[in-house]
């Protein structure tokens, strides 16, 4: 059922509402946004070029080798989702990816793999760089070095006739039940914050956690759970393909970047690569196609510090 639902949402879409109100084009009019019922294949990335100049960031060997290697996690649009093949991989993070590697004159070689193994896997070196959404924090940065691309963060959606309008801090959640993603900020944010209940003399809120996206709705629809704690853009694009479901409110924006393992020398060429993209006018297209306008950035930065 979990896989019947991740799919079904997976493969239908429109662009995300916030950010037709930020003067961009609707979804699927024309700018190659997604339509109501369909995940946007606009190809905006095959044009790009290599930059001899970005490319001689690189590290010789990465450059004589040519390809990296690439994980990334699936969810749900605007981020990463199969097609209806079941097969091909579309989104916001596959088109910046595959955008960066040929600034770079590289080939990805990807492979999908949990978001919560992600992190951990590059500091073994089994992958090279990790895309999932993945915001940028104070903790993580302690461990892994990021490159940004876009600026997302956490949000809240409920059931239509939910009584929560707006989630302004955790003491508006005691007594719920909070679905969220395994191994997420939204997981340790929640977790951090337990203890506000209980000092305010409230029922503590119970979290839940899931490794795949489509089982937070899945909860939400059976009354398992309450509210759904989950990223800006993909609560928004989800709600927009589910009748009955509401956003409820940004809680906090973070930078969202590549992922590398500590000290790695790949982050200064994807900085210059994704500052290429901006320049050229790639950067644009791509959020375009996928509806988050608000999501831009002024430059790309190798682990900045996070957004408070």
């Known amino acids: 059922m979990i896989t019947a639902l991740t799919l079904a949402l997976t493969a239908c879409g429109s662009g995300d509402p916030a950010a037709t109100g930020a003067g961009a084009a609707p979804a699927g009019q024309g700018s190659g946004g997604a339509g109501q019922g369909e995940i946007p294949t606009t190809d905006v ?42 097969r091909t991989l579309a989104g916001q993070d596959v088109d910046f990816a595959e955008a960066v590697a040929r600034v770079l ?39 892994i070095d990021f490159v940004t691309y876009i600026n997302d963060g956490q949000g809240f959606a409920a059931l239509e006739d939910s009584e929560l309008t707006k989630v302004s801090s955790f003491e508006d959640l005691c007594g719920l039940k909070v679905a969220t993603g395994a191994g997420t900020t939204f997981e340790a944010s929640l977790e951090k914050n337990r203890s506000v209940c209980p000092k305010a003399a ?19 629809r059976q009354g398992r759970s309450d509210v ?43 900085e210059a690569a994704v500052n290429k993209l901006k320049k050229d006018g790639t950067y644009d297209r791509i959020l375009q196609k996928w509806g988050t306008a608000e999501s831009a950035i002024e430059r790309s930065r190798i682990s900045p510090p996070e957004i408070r």
């Open 105 to 143: 004159g590289l080939e990805l070689d990807r492979e999908v793999a949990s978001f919560e193994a992600i992190l951990p896997a590059l500091g073994s070196g089994k992958y090279d760089v990790g895309t999932g959404n993945f915001g940028v924090t104070d903790e993580r940065r302690r461990t």
């Open 45 to 86: 990335v095959s044009a790009v070029a290599k930059d001899e100049a970005v490319a001689k960031l690189l590290p010789a060997d990465v450059r004589e080798r040519g390809s990296l290697k690439v994980a990334s996690s699936v969810g749900n649009p605007p981020g990463a989702a199969y097609l209806p093949d079941g």
């Open 202 to 220: 409230k029922k503590a809120y119970e979290v839940q956690t899931y490794a795949e996206s489509g089982a937070l709705w899945i909860s939400l």
């Open 228 to 270: 759904v704690m989950s990223t800006i853009n993909g609560l928004r694009y989800a709600v927009a393909q589910q009748p009955g479901t509401k956003f409820l409110n940004e809680f906090k924006r973070l930078d969202v970047g590549f992922a590398f393992k500590k000290g790695t020398p790949l982050a200064p060429a994807f």
